[in-house]
């Protein structure tokens, strides 16, 4: 909510800083190190700017809490910029592959990388895995998606800056055609990456139901609430990295109404104390007249 937005904020201006710093690096060093899939990692850096740009304006709307025309609060802004992000990493893998596919197929176009080009991708690698490790260690904290997507976004760099190590390593001892292919395998990855993203946006934005697991953990606190005899018609939906469900318990018909709501306050309040993804139960009551429920 609110109160993780300066942490969201703070990891997501640390990785634009690394991003833009790394692009540049990479880029320069694979055009005078003469090395296509460096040029190619160092775009891809130069892309991750505009995620970073992305994340953190989600990550600001995002956080704030519910008002009169959001009154679900706004986390699937976080969700849509998910998505954003992965249809940008879809075109970038997409321009690469083209590039380094039309490279192999004239061979006079193939580049001869040296020590500079493998350099810059080992320094890549190691501030990619450092930032990687951080940003996930926040998104985990936040409970944010966005932010893992993007710490994720990280650790793709770092395998892609490693795939670089190959193919320049490679021309270097007498493979020409290494660095076209290893750029091919970089723009897989990077389009693989998001496909995940656009992927996992989707199943959250046609309000798909929480696993089987996660379904299990919930009925089995609403079940050791006392009083709960059974329940129907509970359903889940992701927004943002949280859980929001609704739910029906049954519970003895000769009881006052009161007392009836009291259990159905209860099992509100253990349901948001001991499940750390729900942020918000909507819990109705009816009388138990048979032991069957809705899956």
């Known amino acids: 909510m609110i109160e993780h937005w300066p942490a969201k904020r703070r990891v997501t201006v640390v990785g634009a ?25 160092g775009v891809h850096s130069f892309s991750d700017l505009v995620s970073d740009a992305v994340v953190l304006g989600a990550a600001r709307w995002g956080s704030l809490e519910a008002d009169h025309n959001h009154q679900y609060g706004h986390a699937r802004i976080e969700t849509m910029a998910s998505a954003l992000v992965g249809f940008l990493l879809l075109g970038v893998a997409a321009g690469f592959l083209i590039d380094a596919v039309g490279r192999l197929l004239e061979p006079d176009r193939l580049q001869q990388p040296g020590l500079l080009a493998l350099a810059a991708a080992v320094a890549s690698v190691v501030v990619k895995e450092v930032l ?9 904290k936040t409970d944010s998606k966005l932010i893992e997507a993007n710490a994720w976004h990280h650790r793709s760099d ?9 193919g320049v390593a490679g021309v270097m001892i007498g493979v020409a055609w290494l660095d076209s292919a290893a750029a091919i395998v970089v723009a897989a990855m990077v389009g693989w ?4 993203f656009v992927a996992s946006a989707v199943v959250e934005l046609v309000d798909t139901a929480i696993p089987e697991r996660e379904r299990r953990e919930l009925v089995s606190i609403i ?20 859980v929001v469900m609704d739910v029906t318990v049954l519970l003895d018909p000769d009881l006052a109404l009161e007392q009836a709501d009291l259990i159905a306050a ?12 729900v942020a918000d139960v909507v819990v109705s009551i009816a009388p138990h007249i048979d032991r069957q429920h809705s899956p």
């Open 132 to 140: 990687f490790h951080y940003t996930r260690r926040v998104a985990r």
């Open 266 to 277: 209860r099992v509100r309040r253990r349901l948001l104390e001991q499940s750390a993804s």
């Open 158 to 166: 770092a395998y892609s800056s490693i795939v670089v190590i190959v």
């Open 17 to 41: 800083v690394w991003n833009l710093l790394l692009g540049i690096g990479k880029v320069i060093a694979g055009i005078l190190g003469q090395s296509q899939a460096l040029v190619v990692d």
């Open 223 to 242: 079940m050791g609430v006392d009083g709960v005899r059974d329940f129907r018609n509970l359903r889940t939906r992701r927004m943002g990295g949280a």
């Open 193 to 196: 990456m998001g496909w995940q």
